[in-house]
């Protein structure tokens, strides 16, 4: 607890992001991981693999450290490991940290944040769960909305908050209550922004799908929901609910 003080007391203060490429640092000296730390393992038995996360195997929850250790000349800043720990836009790490800052009220759980860059091909693993107190960044693959990619080519390009328009929905949300429905265990969003208010309305939730698998080339498309594969839903569940920052981001609107 005393670590996850330290890094709110750091964003509160420390922070200054712009929303740019990975050339401009920002000072987050007081929470350090080693430069290129792995992906965290999200499998059931920690003790036979500790290197990446994989879409195949059965993820579970890890709790994050309590703090980071290492030698303070050899570590970067928390934004640095997540940009070298994954593909994620350091647009979106920015918008996503600005976002964290300013509304920490609506943010109860700071151990993770999801981005989500809907822009990228679902081919790639584009689900970027975000561990705040050591930088490691899990990536799986997800699915978007059908009508988001009317074409199927695996681009999303068009997005709604209509109820029906079985599209998904872009910005910040917050991460709620679990619930077992049709897809098992699932966990709800609420939007943060006026683009994504219905989603709740919508049922638009985080849920396992057999459509999400990375022997495709493509995934399926969902009717709207951030659907990731049935082998991870249950680790990213248990890292994410009851209030994780979730942000779907897209270069071009964002």
Do not use: W
């Given at each position: 607890?005393?670590?996850?003080k330290?890094?709110?007391f750091a964003?509160?203060?420390g922070?200054?992001?712009v929303?740019?490429?990975?050339?401009?640092?920002v000072?987050?000296?007081?929470v350090?991981?080693p430069?290129g730390?792995?992906?965290?393992d999200?499998?059931?038995?920690?003790?036979?693999?500790?290197s990446?996360?994989?879409?195949?195997r059965d993820?579970a929850?890890i709790?994050p450290a309590?703090?980071?250790?290492g030698?303070?000349?050899?570590?970067v800043?928390?934004r640095?490991a997540?940009?070298?720990?994954?593909?994620v836009s350091?647009k979106?790490?920015d918008?996503?940290?600005?976002?964290f800052n300013?509304?920490q009220?609506?943010?109860k759980n700071?151990?993770?944040?999801?981005?989500?860059?809907?822009g990228?091909?679902?081919?790639?693993k584009?689900?970027y769960?975000?561990?705040?107190k050591t930088?490691?960044v899990?990536t799986?693959?997800?699915?978007?909305?059908?009508n988001?990619?009317?074409?199927n080519?695996?681009y999303?390009s068009d997005?709604?908050n209509?109820?029906?328009s079985n599209k998904?929905s872009?910005?910040?949300?917050?991460?709620?209550?679990?619930?077992?429905g049709k897809?098992?265990?699932?966990?709800?969003?609420d939007g943060?922004?006026s683009?994504?208010?219905?989603?709740?309305?919508r049922?638009?939730?985080?849920?396992g799908?057999?459509?999400?698998?990375?022997s495709?080339s493509?995934?399926?498309r969902?009717?709207?929901c951030?659907?990731?594969?049935?082998?991870?839903?249950k680790?990213?569940?248990?890292?994410?609910?009851?209030?994780?920052?979730?942000?779907i981001f897209?270069?071009?609107?964002d």
């Amino acid at each position: 607890m005393a670590f996850l003080k330290n890094f709110v007391f750091a964003v509160m203060i420390g922070l200054t992001f712009v929303a740019c490429g990975k050339s401009q640092k920002v000072n987050l000296d007081t929470v350090m991981v080693p430069a290129g730390a792995p992906e965290e393992d999200l499998s059931v038995d920690t003790s036979t693999d500790t290197s990446t996360a994989d879409d195949n195997r059965d993820p579970a929850s890890i709790p994050p450290a309590d703090t980071a250790s290492g030698d303070q000349g050899s570590m970067v800043s928390l934004r640095e490991a997540i940009l070298n720990n994954s593909d994620v836009s350091a647009k979106a790490v920015d918008n996503a940290f600005n976002y964290f800052n300013n509304n920490q009220s609506k943010i109860k759980n700071k151990n993770y944040m999801v981005i989500f860059d809907i822009g990228q091909h679902s081919g790639k693993k584009r689900f970027y769960m975000i561990n705040l107190k050591t930088g490691a960044v899990t990536t799986m693959h997800t699915a978007h909305g059908k009508n988001s990619d009317a074409d199927n080519d695996g681009y999303a390009s068009d997005f709604s908050n209509v109820s029906g328009s079985n599209k998904s929905s872009l910005g910040f949300m917050v991460t709620a209550e679990t619930y077992i429905g049709k897809h098992g265990e699932s966990l709800k969003l609420d939007g943060l922004e006026s683009r994504n208010s219905n989603v709740r309305a919508r049922a638009i939730v985080v849920h396992g799908a057999s459509y999400v698998n990375p022997s495709l080339s493509k995934m399926g498309r969902s009717f709207g929901c951030p659907a990731v594969a049935d082998a991870n839903i249950k680790g990213v569940i248990a890292n994410i609910k009851n209030g994780a920052l979730f942000y779907i981001f897209n270069n071009k609107y964002d």
